[in-house]
């Protein structure tokens, strides 16, 4: 019986052993050759239009911004219209080929992990039989040893190999499971930031829109002038008077209803006032939140925000939100089951409140704040006054007052996503704000006779 133990354990100590000289496990040497290298040639060659990608959106942004500072004229509009055009079909793109890579990248930690698994459950077999094995010389005595005339320092040997082997397998499956845990958080991360693309993917049918519409304006300017400049100056003239149209305008807002464009500004202008920020771009900020907010819809704060937050494991930001929540609308006299909040979309929670978007949490941090610049106690965030305002508040502190494209720009990045304003593939939304700023400063010319 020892004899056939030997054999065993002298296949053990060759096999092991010779993957234990050099080293149990290697990540690298998980997949063949030719899965890798088409992996790698495929991300490589994501990364490449991406790059490409960009560089093209930075020349139509160049080009925005050249036509920008140019004379009005036929021309100039028109080329304006083509750059925000191509600009947007762009980014479109850009996130559609960002999205792939990441698809790629998760199906490669999804194999990483399917072949640890397997790994692991090899592992766990030999260990296994090297438990039984260990019991089975345990059950032997010195004495039956020397019965069986046994050599018993190679019996001995055999042992301290297979208590060898135990602990190297054992620092093996540590070692196994340690690397799967951290594929898994790769994993995990990747998905986050698919789920981060695809929002924006779906917050991007917006551009669309707005590429349709730009479309259709440049294609009504070309069939009205016929091309000529003339025609387009004598337009322009004719718009220029045109101030109590842009009165009556009407203002689209979010959990709000629409409000003449006069009396937009006219909180827009209070806000500045208070905060240093310009009118026109708070306009800008408010006009995007309002669409966006439009885009997902009305909601619900128990199923979109409190519930919400529980399913994705954040039980105590469901608290708070909801904490919040039931306090703003218990102090305004509010049934807190028919106030609208954005609905939960596919890839987060709902929950914000009114034309600028506030989370209940948020709006608390302001509430003194605003009060005390509206002299409304407590403040409304479903009160377009009161929205403007807190929407320049945190502007302010986002950087707006400073001025100039940058610093708005910035600001409105920083509105949307706060700490992860940086990200590429929030540029987007600095762009529209921008866009929007612009065209609501146009009409406050014309309405202030500039």
Not at 263 to 287: M, P, Y
Request: aromatic share 8%; proline share 2%.
């Amino acid at each position: 019986m020892l004899k056939k133990l030997s054999f065993y354990l002298g296949i053990f100590v060759f096999v092991f052993g010779q993957t234990a000289s050099f080293g149990f496990f290697n990540v690298g040497n998980i997949f063949a050759a030719d899965i890798a290298t088409t992996i790698d040639a495929r991300r490589a060659q994501l990364e490449d239009d991406l790059a490409n990608l960009e560089k093209e959106i930075a020349g139509q942004q160049t080009v925005l911004q050249s036509k920008q500072r140019e004379r009005v004229s036929l021309e100039r509009d028109v080329a304006i219209l083509n750059a925000q055009i191509e600009k947007a079909k762009l980014s479109i793109r850009v996130r559609d080929i960002a999205i792939q890579k990441l698809r790629t990248d998760i199906a490669d930690k999804q194999k990483v992990i399917g072949t640890l698994i397997e790994k692991m459950d090899g592992e766990r077999r030999s260990l296994a039989q090297l438990v039984r094995k260990t019991n089975e010389v345990d059950q032997y005595s010195i004495v039956e040893v020397v019965l069986a005339q046994e050599n018993i320092s190679d019996l001995f040997s055999d042992i301290d190999s297979l208590d060898f082997l135990g602990r190297a397998l054992s620092e093996s499956l540590d070692e196994i499971e340690n690397t799967k845990n951290l594929t898994e958080e790769q994993k995990h991360a990747l998905e986050s930031k698919r789920a981060e693309e695809e929002e924006l993917r779906g917050i991007q049918v917006l551009q669309q829109r707005r590429i349709e519409q730009s479309e259709a304006d440049k294609k009504q300017i070309l069939k009205i002038t016929k091309g000529q400049e003339d025609a387009y100056q004598q337009i322009i003239k004719q718009k220029e008077k045109s101030a109590a149209v842009i009165r009556s305008e009407l203002f689209a807002l979010r959990g709000s209803a629409a409000i003449p464009f006069e009396k937009a500004l006219q909180f827009a202008d209070k806000a500045s006032k208070a905060t240093g920020v310009r009118s026109a771009f708070i306009l800008g900020t408010i006009a995007e939140e309002s669409e966006l907010g439009a885009n997902v819809g009305t909601g619900n704060w128990k199923k979109d925000l409190y519930q919400c937050y529980i399913s994705i494991g954040y039980p105590t930001s469901a608290e708070n939100q909801k904490s919040a929540f039931l306090a703003i609308t218990g102090e305004l006299g509010l049934n807190p089951d028919t106030m609208p909040v954005s609905k939960a979309p596919y890839y987060g929670c709902g929950g914000a409140m009114g034309p600028a978007q506030f989370m209940p949490t948020t709006w608390q941090l302001y509430k003194s704040s605003i009060a005390s610049r509206t002299g409304h106690n407590p403040p409304n965030p479903w009160d377009a006054g009161d929205a403007f305002m807190a929407a320049a508040l945190l502007l302010r502190d986002n950087g707006a007052s400073a001025g100039g494209y940058t610093a708005e720009r910035r600001a409105a990045l920083r509105y949307l996503a706060g700490g992860n304003w940086q990200k590429p593939s929030y540029a987007f939304y600095g762009d529209d704000v921008m866009a929007l700023a612009e065209k609501y400063q146009n009409m406050i010319d014309i309405l202030q006779g500039d």
